[in-house]
């Protein structure tokens, strides 16, 4: 079979060539918009200015009667949304870590935009780049091969659908079945998780059915992972175990080796909620900080924030797949996906196709480049932390993945630098409360960060204080 690249394709048909004509020359305008948009990130504000922002009103008015041409709405929406964005994809924003888009990843979602493929089960090649990129990412992570992955909307999905799987499956175990009985008069279930349990993990908790009053909090060490000697030695074949890969202001990874094995052969069940922790299992100089993960029963991560991929992704993995195909089944006679589809594997149904841009960001950079990417990210947090220090800032808890928390003196201090930050517009960086202090929150996830990055951006922060101090 030859392969010849589409760009080199000859239309000639005159009829489709008519009707796609107004399509294409959009779709090229859109793509030229988006081109310039990226070249002009460096000359701005990392946070919007106020203007930019003032500007967006013009979005706040009443749908009228009548159509706008599509290049209008596409024209309105670059010169009044663009500036207003926050720039997350120019090496300088370490917020949330989210991270940016990666170069193939990003570029991927504009053809993919283009292919509009609906991926619960009917696109034959979404289909195929699932199975791939759920194999990769696998394999990356060094977790079962034998286990399932399923691409969804983020890590609060992700650890949703994990949770829900744990369910049922320990709901199975005792006999009740979910999808029978319901969970109305169901045994109950007892739950496990770190005092340091994410928000989105006790969302997803709550959307599963379990409340506050059922969650029991274990004690944390000084880096926020769960202490082993601390942890039930009495957990049952009724407890569901949430452990995290890589607390949100330190990094800290709970200690899977000394507690996930004990409760699984107690019968329970162990999720890691890893939204961007367990990243560091892709790396072999960082692995050793989630040693035991991969003996864990569900795992989840995201997509858009450490692997760079854009928004909308986060993938759960089940270590026996018809655990995650029991919770999540739901048929129809008209859907035909093959019993592998992504809508037997996740909530959704219909879906964008998340796998694309993973597949292709990992197809990109090849398992040396993602373990790559992660130590990057993890030297430049280092980088960072030693800048701000030499400044004379105070940095809370040791560095050892891509986490900086910081302290600019005393509180209220902290949060005006933090503040004058965002005005300056180098770089941004959130807030958050560590250990009952205010500090700022650094994160280094952004696959187009480069050392100068961290250079400037702590100078812009060490300066900021000075004329915070001034
Ligand atoms: C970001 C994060 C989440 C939530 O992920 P979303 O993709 O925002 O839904 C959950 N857990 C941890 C540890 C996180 O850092």
Redesign the pocket.
């Known amino acids: 079979m030859t392969i010849t690249d589409p760009l080199n394709r000859v239309h000639t048909n005159p009829v489709t060539l008519g009707r796609s004509r107004e399509r294409i020359g959009l779709i090229t305008e859109a793509a030229r918009r988006a081109g310039s948009y990226v070249a002009g990130a460096a000359h701005r504000p990392v946070f919007p200015s106020a203007d930019a922002v003032a500007g967006l009103d013009v979005f706040r008015r009443p749908l009228q009667d009548d159509p706008i041409p599509a290049r209008e709405v596409l024209a309105e929406l670059d010169t009044f949304g663009s500036p207003a964005t926050t720039v997350l994809n120019d090496g300088r924003y370490f917020g949330?870590?989210?991270g940016g888009t990666d170069l193939a990843a990003g570029a991927a979602a504009i053809l993919a935009g283009a292919w509009d493929q609906n991926a619960g089960g009917m696109s034959p090649v979404t289909s195929v780049l699932d199975e791939v990129a759920c194999g990769w990412v696998i394999d990356a992570l060094g977790l079962p091969s034998t286990a399932v992955a399923s691409f969804n909307?983020?890590?609060?999905?992700?650890?949703l659908t994990g949770i829900i799987a744990a369910r049922d499956a320990l709901y199975a175990r005792q006999g009740w079945d979910v999808a029978r009985d319901g969970l109305a008069g169901a045994p109950a279930l007892r739950i496990v998780v770190g005092e340091e349990v994410?928000a989105?993990?006790l969302k997803a908790l709550r959307l599963a059915g379990f409340g506050e009053s059922q969650i029991e909090r274990v004690p944390t060490d000084a880096a926020g992972a769960i202490r082993a000697d601390a942890f039930p030695a009495d957990t049952d074949d009724r407890t569901l175990v949430l452990l995290?890969a890589?607390?949100?202001n330190t990094g800290a990874s709970d200690p899977f080796e000394e507690i996930i094995p004990g409760v699984r052969e107690r019968g329970g069940w162990v999720h890691v909620?890893?939204?961007?922790?367990l990243w560091a299992a892709a790396s072999p100089r960082l692995r050793h900080q989630v040693a035991g993960v991969e003996l864990a029963d569900s795992w989840?991560t995201?997509g858009?924030?450490w692997l760079n991929v854009p928004y909308d992704s986060?993938i759960v993995i089940v270590r026996e797949p018809e655990d995650l195909t029991r919770a999540m089944a739901g048929d129809a006679p008209y859907l035909r996906g093959a019993a592998s589809a992504p809508m037997y594997k996740g909530i959704q149904i219909s879906q964008r196709a998340r796998a694309i841009d993973a597949w292709a960001m990992l197809a990109s950079h090849g398992r040396h480049g993602l373990a790559q990417l992660v130590e990057r990210a993890c030297d430049l947090a280092g980088r960072f932390a030693g800048a701000l220090q030499a400044g004379g800032a105070t940095v809370l808890a040791p560095v050892s993945l891509n986490q900086v928390l910081v302290q600019f003196g005393d509180e209220d201090t902290t949060a005006a630098v933090i503040a004058a930050i965002e005005r300056d517009g180098t770089c941004w960086a959130g807030t958050t409360v560590w250990k009952g202090r205010r500090a700022m929150r650094v994160s280094v996830s952004d696959v187009a960060t480069t050392a100068d990055d961290v250079d400037a951006s702590a100078a812009a922060m060490l300066r900021c204080w000075e004329a915070v101090r001034a």
């Open positions: 949330f870590v989210t909307a983020g890590a609060t999905v992700a650890n994410h989105s993990a995290q890589g607390n949100v909620d890893g939204a961007f922790g989840a995201d858009h924030k986060g």
